[in-house]
């Protein structure tokens, strides 16, 4: 059965700085990876989908990247901000279907 | 503009009651879901359907139940039989065969009176 694990569960750092939000899963027959954002009590956005043949994909300041073969994906936040304070998700879609396997997520803060 | 709409934003059910959330897309997407959030959780799969008159149940359906009538619409019915309700419900849809993301609509806070 495919797990999802985040870490760390939650993040707090001072605005300006880089960080990186680890995903990690068990079983590596995945069809792509998603991270989406979550604002309290908001549904989800997506961030970035890298299917299973790609290594990394960028968006802006985001940069997510994918170890298919180790069960590992970072995602880089570069130059944080204080509106970049959410929860991010990390969810897996299986191979032969769409269904989603989802992570417990990161809280992350920023301070001004 | 295109999306998913979730109705109502806040529900309350009373013990033995069977309420039902709804979900409504325009994106004319094939394939729709709904998800359960608990308090620091990830999404847990209830059922999904990939077309019309066809759904499947998910990693946590008992207690739940499903129609899927028309293409833009999934009702999600939450019965008597689920006796842990309270938690955010989250409904989903992505064009079917992709490799596109899934799009979420801002989700149903269901409580118990």
């Known amino acids: 059965k495919q797990e999802v694990t985040q870490i760390p569960a939650a993040l707090s750092v001072p605005e300006g700085e880089n960080l990186v939000l680890n995903c990690s899963f068990t079983d590596s027959a995945i069809y792509n990876l998603q991270w989406f954002r979550q604002d309290p009590g908001k549904g989800l956005t997506s961030l970035l989908l890298?299917?299973?043949?790609?290594r990394e994909q960028t968006s802006g300041r985001l940069n997510a990247s994918l170890d298919k073969s180790s069960g590992r994906s970072t995602l880089y936040i570069a130059a944080s901000q204080p509106g970049d304070s959410a929860t991010y998700l990390c969810?897996?879609?299986?191979?032969?279907?769409?269904?989603?396997?989802f992570g417990t997520g990161t809280r992350l803060l920023v301070s001004p | 503009d295109g999306g998913i709409t979730q109705s109502p934003k806040y529900l309350f059910r009373k013990e033995g009651q069977n309420v039902t959330l709804s979900c409504e897309q325009n994106?004319?997407?094939?394939?729709m879901y709904w998800y359960r959030q608990d308090p620091g959780q990830g999404l847990r799969l209830i059922y999904y359907?990939?077309?019309?008159?066809?759904?499947q149940k998910g990693d946590i359906a008992e207690g739940y139940s499903v129609s899927r009538e028309k293409k833009e619409s999934f009702p999600l019915t939450v019965t008597s039989a689920q006796k842990n309700p309270t938690a955010f419900y989250l409904c989903?849809?992505?064009?079917?065969?992709?490799?596109?993301?899934?799009?979420f609509g801002d989700g149903t806070r269901l409580s118990i009176l």
């Open positions: 359907s990939q077309i019309v008159n066809d759904f």
């Open positions: 969810a897996v879609s299986l191979v032969g279907f769409q269904k989603l396997v």
């Open positions: 989903a849809s992505i064009i079917g065969g992709s490799n596109q993301p899934q799009h």
């Open positions: 890298i299917q299973s043949s790609q």
């Open positions: 994106l004319n997407h094939d394939a």
